[in-house]
């Protein structure tokens, strides 16, 4: 059977989705879904605290990458698990171990067979699909993978046709939280098919940083809190630095009690298959018109206006 070694979490839930879980061998530090993945060899780790506020984790990955270093490191548990495919990213080194890094970590592996290294790089929804089809063709599943994009565009068409003709309020999707960012990439376009008018991020664009002054001005009716990385209670954890900052009482979002916080580390943030359960996040919170798709409380939760 091919052995696969995912280091990516959404490339790990693709392969599941792809009904090939039971050929990964290994795993990044951050792969956790589906369940029973977190049974397997981790690859890779990272060289500062993930655990610290957002913060502390963008100090710390500023004075790495000042010093020219990668912000991960690659295991020799990789070697030893003599994987046929590994999967990885080359969109954002901050974000998870790069190309790079997994090149220059098989350059001098000698004997037997080099694996093949597939790396995706999405930033709209259209290229997050090609992805799904690019790795199913890499491990075998091509059938799988064409199965899988038909239905996930399937389902992404229908909410867009019921959201289509609703009132679109204007939004700001969060992304850090200090220092501030808007979300950028597939974000803006999940925005729109929920229902959405999105203010910060350009579609296909990285994620660009944001000044206070400018979402203020914008005055945004939701403003949805989805850090990279952080579920919930994290994120929850941190929003006493948004509360704090001058006239957040005064908008509209915040009067309105429209400000929500989401598992950003299960959706918004990994180009994979649950975007789509992202977008309905997104709906079910803009639009409760709709009916409840089940992700209040899970997937999100709304932050009452002190």
């Known amino acids: 059977m091919l052995r696969i070694v995912s280091l990516l979490p959404s490339l790990t839930e693709i392969v599941g989705a792809l009904g090939r879980a039971d050929a990964l061998v290994g795993r990044s530090h951050e792969c956790d879904y589906p369940s029973g ?10 060289k500062l605290d993930p655990s610290g506020s957002s913060r502390e984790i963008d100090d710390a990955v500023n004075a790495i990458v000042r010093d020219g270093l990668s912000v991960y490191r690659v295991l020799d548990t990789l070697r030893d698990l003599a994987p046929d495919v590994i999967l990885t990213q080359d969109q954002c080194e901050v974000c998870a171990v790069s190309l790079s890094d997994v090149e220059q970590a098989v350059a001098d592996w000698t004997g037997g067979k080099r694996p093949r290294v597939v790396s995706v790089a999405p930033s709209t929804l259209s290229e997050v699909w090609a992805s799904i089809t690019q790795v199913a063709e890499a491990i075998d599943a091509a059938d799988a993978g064409r199965d899988l994009v038909a239905r996930l565009t399937d389902r992404v068409s229908e909410l867009g046709e019921r959201t289509g003709a609703l009132p679109r309020p204007r939004v700001a999707c969060i992304e850090w939280i200090e220092p501030l ?5 597939w974000m803006p376009e999940l925005v729109a098919l929920a229902g959405g008018h999105n203010l910060f991020g350009t579609t296909g664009e990285h994620s660009p940083w944001t000044e206070w002054p400018a979402l203020r001005e914008a005055d945004p009716e939701a403003i949805f809190v989805l850090p990279c990385g952080f579920d919930m209670a994290r994120t929850r954890a941190e929003m006493h630095v948004l509360e704090a900052l001058p006239g957040y009482a005064d908008v509209r979002a915040v009067r309105e009690g429209r400000v929500f916080v989401t598992d950003g580390n299960q959706y918004f943030n990994r180009p994979g298959p649950r975007l789509m359960e992202s977008i309905e996040i997104l709906a079910e919170a803009l639009h409760p018109e709709l009916g409840p798709f089940g992700h209040e409380g899970r997937g999100f939760q709304r932050v009452s206006p002190s």
């Open 37 to 46: 993945v977190e049974a397997l060899p981790i690859c890779t780790e990272p």
């Open 181 to 185: 960012m808007c979300a950028g990439n």
